[in-house]
């Protein structure tokens, strides 16, 4: 009987690692070229609404994604891992690999085909990366190469930032230095006079309110790309105008 028990176990022990589902952490292939200068300064701003990537959290290791990556502006903030596929590339920097956060869009240029200049044209995977970030990876004079990617979970130094635009009865909230999966999935916002009001996306990483709020203290209530749901609880004060920024010490949790 024990012996039964116990043979039973271990083939309940092993189906159960058989239908575990895999995590993610494939590589996947992919194309990349560089944009913004040496220094990467016209990596600013762009489609993700970050203006200075430097006071966003992001810094000079960013991209800008195709359209199959972008999900319409849900993917800014997220981080990827890439290197350059040496098996398909002699222009590659072998043994390098770095992490860049996606803080722009890659349009298609529908005027050049797809393996010939329209490199983010659909369904294209693609990364136009600042320079800096991409001659980590492989030569200048290469301009595009062949690498493998996969997305990882975002390191962020300190909490997240709210920056409230728009007007009168229209809020408009930049969210930006998000850890782990670094982007929105859903969020709310909470006046001192008023129930949680649901959020939605307006474009990039900009979240849109339509209600009164001015005079009233914010709460912020976010459920990220990567599951997590945390309340950010009067973060922004009553006195709070269009056009300012209120930082956190609160973040996703590692």
């Not at 136009?128 to 962020?156: F, H, K, T």
Request: net charge neutral; aromatic share 14%; charged share 10%.
């Amino acid at each position: 009987m024990a012996a039964g028990m116990r043979f039973l176990q271990m083939f309940t022990a092993v189906l159960a690692f058989c239908f575990t589902p895999a995590k993610s952490g494939y590589w996947l292939p992919a194309h990349a070229t560089f944009y913004g200068g040496a220094d990467g300064s016209d990596t600013m701003g762009g489609a993700c609404g970050y203006e200075n990537l430097y006071n966003a959290g992001y810094g000079i290791n960013n991209a800008a994604l195709s359209t199959a990556l972008f999900n319409n502006g849900l993917s800014c903030g997220q981080c990827y891992l890439i290197t350059c596929d040496t098996s398909r590339s002699d222009m590659c920097k072998p043994g390098t690999s770095i992490t860049v956060s996606a803080t722009n869009f890659c349009p298609p240029n529908w005027a050049l085909p797809s393996d010939n200049g329209g490199w983010c044209n659909p369904p294209r995977v693609h990364f136009d990366m600042s320079q800096p970030a991409w001659e980590n990876l492989a030569i200048y004079r290469a301009g595009i190469v062949p690498v493998l990617y996969q997305q990882v979970a975002c390191q962020r130094q300190g909490g997240l930032r709210f920056t409230i635009n728009g007007f009168n009865y229209f809020e408009l909230v930049l969210v930006t230095n998000i850890a782990m999966s670094g982007s929105i999935k859903s969020m709310s916002v909470k006046g001192t006079n008023t129930a949680w009001i649901p959020m939605s996306q307006n474009w990039g990483a900009n979240w849109q309110c339509l209600a009164g709020l001015k005079g009233q203290g914010l709460s912020f209530a976010i459920t990220s790309s990567g599951g997590q749901y945390k309340v950010f609880q009067d973060v922004v004060p009553a006195w709070w105008l269009f056009g300012q920024t209120f930082s956190t010490w609160q973040q996703f949790d590692y």
